[in-house]
């Protein structure tokens, strides 16, 4: 996957527009639309706003691996879950679901698949939750 489709990839994920995202990081109309069509490359600029945006590094961005994350131990990891509400855990899987598999299910590169059976899941959670009350 090129530059340009991970930036477009990771843009309709968010469920922005090109509009959006030009007025967040204050670019020319044109510029987003080139660099995801691959006829521009994004400047340091440009990455490190579009990273902040769609809530990736700059590496995801530009080499499209995950590779580069920093690892967390399992003590981290089992910290971190243990501090969570049942809803948060909740609100973790339906916003960052490929983050969650990565990081405590030991997936490396999770599929669309995945990831979708994953929110399908958390929905199917919460109406459980829903209907016992």
Do not use: W
């Not at 987003?32 to 490190?48: F, H, V």
């Not at 490396?108 to 459980?128: G, T, W």
């Amino acid at each position: 996957m090129s530059i340009g489709e991970r930036l477009r990839s990771l843009r309709q994920r968010m469920g922005l527009t090109q509009m959006d995202v030009q007025r967040k990081i204050g670019i020319p109309n044109t510029k987003l639309s080139r660099c995801e069509s691959d006829e521009r490359t994004p400047d340091m600029d440009e990455l490190i706003l579009l990273s902040e945006i769609y809530e990736v590094s700059i590496d995801f961005i530009v080499r499209g691996d995950t590779e580069s994350l920093p690892a967390i131990s399992s003590e981290k990891v089992a910290s971190l879950k243990n501090k969570l509400t049942d809803r948060e855990k909740n609100v973790l899987l339906l916003f960052n679901p490929k983050d969650v598999l990565i990081t405590h299910f030991g997936f490396e590169n999770p599929s669309n698949q995945d990831v979708d059976k994953m929110r399908e899941y958390a929905q199917f959670l919460q109406l459980q939750k829903q209907n016992k009350a």
